[in-house]
């Protein structure tokens, strides 16, 4: 069974350019997720889809950022214009629920470096 | 963000020998996971715990979810080089939701 892709793995832009990541989640995973990992740190949840809704979306920094998980599938992640402090390792997780548990299975993430 | 307590940061040990880190929060967890993250990689889940007080091992490996819900504790036997990486704490209040992550415990190995 093929896990959660990602792309592009790297991707390095200049500041105030716009980027976009690609994530495809497991097969029959209905849950995705995109978090943001900064150098040092664990992950954090930047917003959780069910399906092709957006259910969490409160530490998304919508001025900047926007996402999309069209037909429920594949998402993207768009950032523009991108700052200096964008600078991350950017995950994407799927999850397929059975009864009260889940597990969340990770993409390899792409690594953003703004300059 | 919310970030679990995670200890100890880094962990510099012989190839055989046992290691312990832990993981503690303020708020109730009602799953605890740990995952491991090598260079350039995603998390990649070890063991997931879903009741408290219970004990899972997998391999080398033994974790298990505090009896108070809110610390966990994860446990590797005889090193090996292979070890060497960033291990996470990650908690979650219900299924489907947010993971809530530890800042991470680095493990190098020397053989």
């Known amino acids: 069974e093929a896990g959660v892709v990602q792309s592009p793995r790297y991707k390095i832009i200049e500041k105030k350019q716009p980027v976009a990541f690609w994530c495809n989640p497991i097969?029959?995973?209905?849950?995705l997720y995109w978090y943001r990992q900064n150098l040092g740190q664990g992950p954090e949840l930047l917003i959780r889809?069910?399906?092709?809704?957006?259910?969490?979306d409160s530490q998304l920094p919508k001025d900047r950022f926007s996402a999309e998980r069209l037909k429920g599938v594949d998402s993207t992640l768009k950032i523009q214009p991108a700052e200096l402090g964008d600078s991350a390792v950017y995950l994407c997780?799927?999850?397929?629920?059975?009864?009260?548990?889940?597990?969340?299975?990770f993409g390899p993430g792409t690594r953003l470096t703004v300059l | 963000g919310q970030q679990l307590n995670q200890s100890p940061q880094s962990m510099f040990i012989q190839e055989g020998e046992d290691v312990s880190m832990n993981c503690t929060s303020s708020?109730?967890?009602?799953?605890w996971l740990w995952y491991k993250q090598d260079p350039g990689e995603g998390p990649v889940l070890l063991i997931a715990?879903?009741?408290?007080?219970e004990l899972t091992s997998n391999g080398r490996l033994t974790a298990q979810f505090g009896i108070t819900r809110k610390d966990s504790f994860l446990n590797i036997s005889a090193s090996i080089p292979s070890d060497v990486g960033i291990y996470f704490c990650?908690?979650?209040?219900?299924?489907?939701?947010?993971?809530?992550f530890g800042k991470g415990t680095t493990l190098s190995v020397s053989s």
């Open positions: 997780a799927s999850s397929s629920r059975l009864g009260s548990t889940d597990t969340q299975y």
């Open positions: 097969s029959g995973h209905n849950t």
């Open positions: 889809y069910e399906n092709e809704e957006a259910v969490d």
């Open positions: 708020s109730i967890f009602n799953t």
């Open positions: 715990l879903y009741k408290a007080g």
């Open positions: 990650a908690g979650q209040k219900q299924a489907g939701t947010a993971l809530i």
